[in-house]
């Protein structure tokens, strides 16, 4: 497991595992990619054995986040042009019928949700906890 910074596009000097802006990364299941406030361009991200990149939960300001979901909800807050992006940027997304896993269970319904919710509280369980 690897962990990467994006760096700006034009950083000459680059550190381990440093990567400019703009390029794209091999990324394997498990890796860490960090991107840095100096990151001024878009990254293409390629799952090193050929397959789709899978997406796991994140810590950001201690908040958990999905790295990205682009289900239907998602996709129709964005506008043409970001679509078009992430579709560029995964194409396997575009295919007709393909089905995007979310990072962890979500129950399809609001009442389903709620008993998954209380089960966790009653038990006092995190819904999500930090690998160790």
């Given at each position: 497991m690897a962990t990467y910074v994006v760096v700006a596009k034009d950083q000459s000097s680059l550190g381990p595992n440093e990567i400019n802006a703009g390029d794209t990364i091999y990324v394997e299941?498990?890796?860490?990619?960090?991107?840095?406030?100096?990151?001024?361009?878009?990254?293409?991200f390629e799952a090193a054995d050929g397959g789709p990149a899978q997406f796991e939960?994140?810590?950001?300001?201690?908040?958990?986040?999905?790295?990205?979901?682009?289900?239907?909800?998602?996709?129709?807050?964005?506008?043409?042009?970001?679509?078009?992006?992430?579709y560029q940027l995964f194409p396997e997304l575009a295919l007709p019928g393909v089905t995007i896993r979310m990072a962890r269970f979500v129950p399809e319904t609001g009442r389903a949700m709620k008993r998954l919710a209380a089960r966790h509280q009653k038990n006092h369980k995190p819904l999500v906890e930090r690998a160790a």
């Open positions: 299941d498990g890796d860490q990619v960090i991107i840095d406030p100096s990151a001024d361009d878009n990254i293409k939960i994140l810590f950001s300001n201690d908040a958990e986040t999905e790295s990205l979901y682009p289900g239907p909800q998602a996709l129709a807050s964005l506008g043409p042009a970001a679509v078009g992006e992430l």
